[in-house]
């Protein structure tokens, strides 16, 4: 295996090993990310199933909080599989990581609902999305590691780009099974039990990952620094414990994940979310559209990633925030002009007036579905904000009055679902209908449902711009590439061979398990408490905005960092 490129030296081709070490490492991840990405796109089938003994809108919390768990246990594994990596070895730790991962999503794909063995469903599936999330935790700093350390100096950001392939290859995967399987079988057997299928297909991925893995060998690196006796003792106290080390870690936290995570996870996630959540454009098409835009950008986590072993991993990234802070409203705006323009025509011409008692609104933040808004204001508001409706907050109503909503000129008044006990479901649907209908008669693109007599807000599917639409989602894909692509040789080179493994999955994980995880609830709060569906891009804004700023000011550049010699 050839080690460092002499300075100086041409650079050389490939070799078979090496391609095999990236195979290896890309493909297992992909089917990890696969995994990981099934239970968020299928959560209201698992839900139903897991749940079933509660009301649906209990249910929706459980499925949420089992979600979360997955997310929050992250930075956990990150320590745990990182501390066993630096120890052990790269080579059999994200084995392990891979395996775990694998059989408990095929697990979830066998496990009977909580119809057949009652409370034990859900306590085993959110035990199932821990170790996930575990797992998860363990693998991306092991195979990045693990493919940094084979590679030779002058060509670790092209090798290592390819792990960075691997988060939005599982995601298009899951996607393109999740749409084979709906479009091979009646929603209703789907809703059954065809929602199963994609976690079931995850043990044939995981036997193709683990037999390749098992031919590989050990890290060169972490090879002959344990030969020489010079493996770290202790870690985690070495990687945190110590200034030098841990200053490191925060200088990484703050000045590059936590930025990368949120352009990452508004560029792939939540222009899915804002699509089908926001403006109401119907899933499939949503998915479809997804997919055509990752097809299209993912080559380019390659090309940013070979392009910082030319000119450095910090101005690409540097650039990439600076795009998503300077672009990120006028190009969700235009999404919303694109996708559904009936709607974006509709929020330009009328916005609804909430006149609410001081102290009666509250910020409603909700990251795992727990919390409960009862009070007549975070009703109303709720009620708009999930509708898209834009809207101002007026505090002049008496106290102990209930909010009202005004639409034009009609004012429908909201109320209090804790006063009003055993009514509040009667008072929920005049209120909604009420609200409805008067958005419908000002120009919302609602529809009526002859059958049950309630209004839905979609978005007309002869109206979507699909060109348009794919475009801009490109950017933004085009956007992760850039912050995503090289982060992964930057973060290895920043840590000592001894505590590589944990020095750099600690803050990647905080980074875009937590910063990353809480995005979605922190900016549907945002947007309801200001009235406005684009307020809450203030968050991802924010922290692009505080990575960049850290970034230029305290992240070196790594480029041409020797690790076989930083042990």
Same mark, same amino acid.
């Not at 998503?324 to 509709?346: D, E, I, R, S």
């Not at 809450?536 to 905005?545: K, S, T």
């Given at each position: 295996?050839?080690?460092?490129?002499?300075?100086?030296?041409?650079?050389?081709?490939?070799?078979?090993?090496?391609?095999?070490?990236?195979?290896?490492?890309?493909?297992?991840?992909?089917?990890?990310?696969?995994?990981?990405?099934?239970?968020?796109?299928?959560?209201?089938?698992?839900?139903?199933?897991?749940?079933?003994?509660?009301?649906?809108?209990?249910?929706?919390?459980?499925?949420?909080?089992?979600?979360?768990?997955?997310?929050?246990?992250?930075?956990?594994?990150?320590?745990?599989?990182?501390?066993?990596?630096?120890?052990?070895?790269?080579?059999?730790?994200?084995?392990?990581?891979?395996?775990?991962?694998?059989?408990?999503?095929?697990?979830?794909?066998?496990?009977?609902?909580?119809?057949?063995?009652?409370?034990?469903? !859900?306590?085993?599936?959110?035990?199932?999305?821990?170790?996930?999330?575990?797992?998860?935790?363990?693998?991306?700093?092991?195979?990045?590691?693990?493919?940094?350390?084979?590679?030779?100096?002058?060509?670790?950001?092209?090798?290592?780009?390819?792990?960075?392939?691997?988060?939005?290859?599982?995601?298009?995967?899951?996607?393109?099974?999740?749409?084979?399987?709906?479009?091979?079988?009646?929603?209703?057997?789907?809703?059954?039990?065809?929602?199963?299928?994609?976690?079931?297909?995850?043990?044939?991925?995981?036997?193709?990952?683990?037999?390749?893995?098992?031919?590989?060998?050990?890290?060169?690196?972490?090879?002959?620094?344990?030969?020489?006796?010079?493996?770290?003792?202790?870690?985690?106290?070495?990687?945190?414990?110590?200034?030098?080390?841990?200053?490191?870690?925060?200088?990484?936290?703050?000045?590059?994940?936590?930025?990368?995570?949120?352009?990452?996870?508004?560029?792939?996630?939540?222009?899915?979310?804002?699509?089908?959540?926001?403006?109401?454009?119907?899933?499939?098409?949503?998915?479809?559209?997804?997919?055509?835009?990752?097809?299209?950008?993912?080559?380019?986590?390659?090309?940013?990633?070979?392009?910082?072993?030319?000119?450095?991993?910090?101005?690409?990234?540097?650039?990439?925030?600076?795009?998503?802070?300077?672009?990120?409203? !006028?190009?969700?705006?235009?999404?919303?002009?694109?996708?559904?323009?009936?709607?974006?025509?509709?929020?330009?011409?009328?916005?609804?007036?909430?006149?609410?008692?001081?102290?009666?609104?509250?910020?409603?933040?909700?990251?795992?579905?727990?919390?409960?808004?009862?009070?007549?204001?975070?009703?109303?508001?709720?009620?708009?904000?999930?509708?898209?409706?834009?809207?101002?907050?007026?505090?002049?109503?008496?106290?102990?009055?209930?909010?009202?909503?005004?639409?034009?000129?009609?004012?429908?008044?909201?109320?209090?679902?804790?006063?009003?006990?055993?009514?509040?479901?009667?008072?929920?649907?005049?209120?909604?209908?009420?609200?409805?209908?008067?958005?419908?008669?000002?120009?919302?693109?609602?529809?009526?449902?002859?059958?049950?007599?309630?209004?839905?807000?979609?978005?007309?599917?002869?109206?979507?711009?699909?060109?348009?639409?794919?475009?801009?989602?490109?950017?933004?894909?085009?956007?992760?590439?850039?912050?995503?692509?090289?982060?992964?040789?930057?973060?290895?080179?920043?840590?000592?061979?001894?505590?590589?493994?944990?020095?750099?999955?600690?803050?990647?994980?905080?980074?875009?398990?937590?910063?990353?995880?809480?995005?979605?609830?922190?900016?549907?709060?945002?947007?309801?408490?200001?009235?406005?569906?684009?307020?809450?891009?203030?968050?991802?804004?924010?922290?692009?905005?505080?990575?960049?700023?850290?970034?230029?000011?305290?992240?070196?550049?790594?480029?041409?960092?020797?690790?076989?010699?930083?042990?």
């Amino acid at each position: 295996m050839a080690m460092a490129q002499a300075a100086g030296a041409p650079s050389r081709g490939m070799t078979g090993e090496e391609r095999k070490v990236i195979f290896a490492s890309s493909l297992g991840t992909v089917f990890e990310w696969y995994d990981f990405y099934l239970y968020g796109s299928l959560a209201a089938f698992i839900g139903a199933t897991f749940f079933s003994q509660y009301p649906e809108a209990t249910r929706n919390i459980f499925a949420l909080l089992a979600f979360a768990a997955g997310f929050i246990v992250r930075p956990f594994g990150a320590l745990v599989f990182g501390r066993i990596g630096d120890l052990v070895g790269r080579k059999y730790t994200f084995l392990v990581t891979i395996l775990i991962m694998g059989l408990s999503t095929f697990i979830v794909g066998l496990l009977p609902g909580s119809a057949t063995i009652g409370i034990a469903a !859900p306590i085993i599936l959110i035990i199932l999305r821990m170790l996930q999330g575990l797992a998860l935790g363990g693998e991306y700093g092991g195979a990045a590691t693990y493919v940094a350390e084979h590679a030779p100096d002058d060509r670790r950001g092209f090798y290592t780009s390819w792990i960075q392939t691997t988060a939005t290859l599982g995601l298009f995967l899951s996607l393109i099974i999740i749409l084979i399987v709906q479009g091979s079988m009646a929603k209703e057997d789907f809703a059954a039990w065809g929602w199963r299928i994609p976690f079931l297909l995850s043990v044939v991925l995981l036997g193709i990952s683990v037999w390749i893995r098992m031919t590989l060998s050990e890290s060169p690196t972490f090879k002959r620094m344990k030969e020489e006796g010079k493996t770290s003792k202790a870690p985690l106290t070495e990687a945190f414990g110590q200034w030098k080390n841990a200053k490191i870690a925060l200088i990484a936290l703050f000045g590059l994940t936590a930025g990368q995570a949120v352009v990452w996870y508004s560029g792939q996630f939540y222009s899915l979310f804002f699509l089908t959540n926001v403006l109401k454009v119907d899933a499939q098409s949503v998915n479809i559209m997804i997919a055509i835009a990752l097809a299209l950008g993912s080559l380019f986590f390659v090309v940013f990633g070979w392009l910082s072993d030319k000119i450095g991993r910090k101005p690409i990234i540097m650039v990439g925030l600076a795009l998503a802070v300077v672009t990120y409203f !006028p190009l969700f705006k235009a999404l919303t002009w694109a996708a559904n323009p009936a709607l974006a025509q509709a929020q330009a011409d009328v916005r609804a007036t909430v006149t609410a008692a001081p102290g009666d609104c509250t910020f409603q933040f909700n990251p795992v579905g727990t919390a409960k808004f009862t009070k007549s204001c975070d009703i109303a508001t709720g009620f708009l904000a999930r509708n898209s409706v834009p809207y101002d907050i007026v505090t002049t109503a008496p106290a102990g009055t209930p909010a009202t909503v005004a639409v034009g000129s009609v004012t429908v008044p909201s109320y209090d679902a804790t006063a009003a006990g055993a009514d509040a479901a009667a008072q929920g649907k005049a209120f909604n209908n009420a609200v409805h209908a008067a958005l419908h008669d000002a120009g919302y693109p609602l529809v009526l449902n002859e059958t049950t007599g309630a209004y839905a807000m979609v978005a007309d599917p002869n109206a979507v711009n699909w060109p348009m639409t794919i475009g801009i989602l490109f950017i933004l894909v085009l956007y992760v590439t850039m912050v995503y692509g090289p982060i992964a040789a930057i973060l290895v080179e920043m840590f000592p061979t001894r505590i590589r493994y944990t020095g750099m999955s600690l803050p990647y994980h905080i980074g875009n398990g937590w910063f990353g995880g809480l995005l979605p609830a922190t900016v549907f709060a945002m947007s309801a408490a200001k009235g406005d569906i684009y307020f809450g891009l203030w968050y991802p804004i924010a922290f692009a905005a505080m990575s960049l700023v850290v970034g230029l000011l305290f992240v070196k550049d790594t480029l041409g960092t020797n690790l076989h010699a930083k042990t």
